[in-house]
């Protein structure tokens, strides 16, 4: 696997630069990291120059179509991004080789988050495929630090090395997995809440599982079911969920595969057709998650929130749900969902309380399995 690592300070002390040759020198023999030296000898973009594009230029774009992944590491000028690393992505703007491209963007100091949130902005509308996991903050005081520092830092290793590990598995997995890794309107993981308390959840755990684990252990215990506490408002959207601290099984499953997501950690939607009150009908469906787990496969865990006769966990590889099917007539309705179900999203849009919600809850019709 080839990276392309992109610095945006010119400064021959970069710590920037030493962050990008420090991942060179961790990466293991099955990735090459190539560290690109000329952004300094990039004219400034002018779009009359696409005709007849000056040599470097042309060779930005060669190796970044050749990279299956970008690193970038720039520092942060006056609460912006440098001109550097502006002018770079600004020649990459009209170039197709860029489109889809999974970046990850390292930020060398927890002070500069104004250009972190720039760069990951102008990555998003340039369309890159920001890869959240292998996107992180490294602790690093603003001052001239060298790679053999770094080096001896076990705590930047491990980040880094850490960083090496979720680039590799997201363009393994990104080709199949990108509709479960995306950020969308009801599933927002890039929300900057999301994140934050994505990264809070994962503080402390590489492992996949184990962060897998903690998100699903927040959505069950710390959001609260909005049926089973009578709470409003009626939310849908997972940075709504967050914010109010409740929402119906949907939307916590909105929630949970959002943290996921911003994890790097596949997740998708799955949904049951069960009795509303035992005997049917009537029925109506119930949300739960998919995630993916490298060792399992897709693996269901429902977070809609435990009480007495409901006891969901997280053991892979044995499912513990919520409802275990009753009857024949209620069912695990098949496969898993990148996005929820419109029936979902018009029962918890179209209705300004819980009680409204519960009274119209989400069904699929029975005869033709539309929903
Ligand atoms: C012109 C200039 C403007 C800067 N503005 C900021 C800033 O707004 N916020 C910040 O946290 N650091 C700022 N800094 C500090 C740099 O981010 C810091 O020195 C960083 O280490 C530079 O990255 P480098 O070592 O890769 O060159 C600025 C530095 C320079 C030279």
Redesign the pocket.
């Known amino acids: 696997m080839k990276i392309l690592a992109l610095?945006?300070?010119?400064?021959a002390?970069?710590?920037?630069?030493?962050?990008l040759r420090t991942v060179r020198y961790l990466a293991p023999a099955s990735i090459e990291v190539r560290l690109f030296s000329g952004l300094g000898d990039l004219p400034l973009y002018n779009p009359d120059l696409e005709s007849t594009l000056p040599a470097v230029a042309k060779q930005l774009r060669n190796e970044v179509a050749a990279a299956d992944a970008l690193l970038i590491?720039?520092?942060?000028?006056?609460?912006?991004v440098?001109g550097t690393i502006k002018n770079a992505l600004d020649w990459l703007v009209a170039f197709e080789g860029f489109v889809d491209k999974p970046v990850a963007v390292l930020n060398?100091?927890p002070?500069?988050?104004?250009?972190d949130t720039e760069l990951r902005e102008t990555l998003i509308t340039m369309s890159a495929t920001l890869i959240e996991a292998a996107s992180i903050t490294l602790p690093l005081p603003?001052?001239?630090?060298g790679e053999a520092e770094l080096l001896a830092m076990p705590e930047i290793v491990s980040l880094l090395s850490g960083v090496l590990t979720k680039v590799q598995r997201a363009v393994k997995w990104l080709p199949d997995m990108k509709p479960y890794l995306s950020s969308s309107l009801y599933i927002d993981s890039q929300h900057p809440a999301i994140v934050a308390q994505a990264a809070k959840l994962a503080e402390g755990y590489s492992d996949e599982e184990a962060i897998a684990k903690r998100c699903f252990e927040f959505v069950r215990d710390e959001i609260k079911h909005s049926w089973d506490y009578r709470l409003n408002p009626v939310t849908c959207k997972a940075s709504d969920v967050l914010s109010h601290v409740t929402g119906y099984c949907y939307a916590k499953s909105h929630l949970l595969a959002a943290l996921l997501r911003a994890n790097g950690i596949p997740a998708g939607l799955c949904y049951q057709r069960l009795t509303i009150d035992g005997d049917p009908p009537p029925f109506c469906l119930h949300g739960l998650n998919a995630v993916y787990l490298e060792p399992y496969g897709w693996y269901r865990i429902d977070a809609r929130g435990n009480k007495p006769g409901v006891a969901a966990d997280f053991c892979p590889p044995l499912e513990k749900l919520a409802f275990p099917i009753m009857n024949s007539l209620e069912q695990d309705l098949p496969g898993i969902h990148a996005e929820p179900l419109p029936a979902v999203i018009k029962a918890l849009t179209e209705h300004q309380t819980v009680e409204q919600v519960y009274h119209n809850l989400p069904d699929i019709d029975h005869q033709n399995q539309s929903v």
């Open positions: 610095y945006g300070s010119l400064r002390a970069s710590i920037n630069s030493a962050v590491a720039s520092p942060e000028y006056a609460h912006g440098t060398a100091t002070r500069a988050q104004h250009a603003s001052a001239n630090i």
